[in-house]
């Protein structure tokens, strides 16, 4: 039996990458999909793909009241909102914390946690109506070591996983689990598209080959891993952290000659 049937699921940033991924397979396993995002134009064509079952609403992470509309449209449409990954995402033009603007620092802060606090404080009323549910924050490998020219990005990270663990001890009672996942590198525009302000972009630099598993991650292996965190399979796992990364934080695989 699906997974997901009768239940709704919000993603934010989910017209595009990583998210359109996660919303194509909530869907596939029973879920109503509410697709938030700022690209209505995508969103109107992910809706179209998936015919039934399927909501865009405009969603900006950063405003607050923009998050109570998409939580509403959620309750409206499907009458309940049960699972919200906060998936939304936005990286820093690479650059030494000493060149790094204040400006550049906010917006980054302003959509990777802010958005993600936003999120939480808004959808806990609506999951706790559900009579529980789960919040999937997406993170980063980087919010596990740090990472030169990329101050903004890796300090907005490592303070979801702060946030997942405080949402997790306040929720629990509520029967509301909170979880981070760490991708490491996923083919997304996120690595073959420059970030704003940036010339070059992570796939110009990056190469997968000394890694234990040689490629870049696919969207759908963090896929696989967001659908056990929202599902009732992981119900007594709350506050964990889920590095999928094919290896990437062990090191470079350099094998010894032998004879
Ligand atoms: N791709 C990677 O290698 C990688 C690695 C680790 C973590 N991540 C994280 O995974 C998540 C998804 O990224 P992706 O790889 O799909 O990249 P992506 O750039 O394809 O997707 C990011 C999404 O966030 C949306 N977004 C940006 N600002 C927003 C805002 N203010 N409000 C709402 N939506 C907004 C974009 O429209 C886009 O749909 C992000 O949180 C990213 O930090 C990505």
Redesign the pocket.
């Known amino acids: 039996m699906p997974r997901f049937d009768n239940q709704t699921v919000l993603v ?10 996660h919303v194509r397979a909530f869907h596939a396993e029973g879920a109503n999909v509410v697709i ?4 209505a134009e ?1 969103g109107a064509a992910l809706v179209d793909e998936l015919g039934t079952r399927a909501l865009f609403t405009h ?5 607050e009241s ?1 998050w109570s509309a998409a939580v509403h449209a959620a309750e409206s449409a499907f009458g309940a909102l049960n699972v919200l990954v ?6 820093n033009p690479p650059a030494p914390i000493e060149q790094t603007d204040p400006a550049t620092w906010s917006r980054i802060l ?3 946690l802010t ?1 993600t606090f936003l999120g939480i404080k808004v959808a806990t009323p609506a999951l706790r109506r559900a009579v529980g549910g789960a919040i999937v924050n ?5 919010a596990l070591g740090g990472t030169a020219h990329y101050a903004p ?1 890796v300090a907005s ?1 490592w303070a979801v996983r702060g946030l997942t663990r405080t949402a997790a001890l306040e929720l629990g009672r509520d029967n509301i689990r909170v979880n981070t996942i ?10 073959h ?1 420059p970030a704003a302000g940036a010339t070059t972009a ?1 796939a110009d630099f990056y190469s997968p080959a000394p890694f234990a598993i040689p490629r ?2 696919e ?1 759908t292996d ?1 896929t696989r891993l967001l659908l056990f965190l929202a599902s009732s399979d992981a119900a007594f796992i709350t506050g964990s952290e889920y590095v999928i990364d094919g290896g990437l934080l062990l090191g470079p695989a350099l094998q010894a000659e032998t004879a």
């Open positions: 934010t940033g989910g017209t595009g990458g990583q998210g359109s991924s938030g995002g700022i690209d995508r969603l900006d992470v950063r405003d923009s906060n998936n939304a995402g936005v990286q302003d959509v990777n958005g997406i993170a980063s490998t980087m990005y990270k760490h991708p490491g590198v996923i083919a997304t525009p996120f690595i598209e992570i870049l991650g969207p963090v």
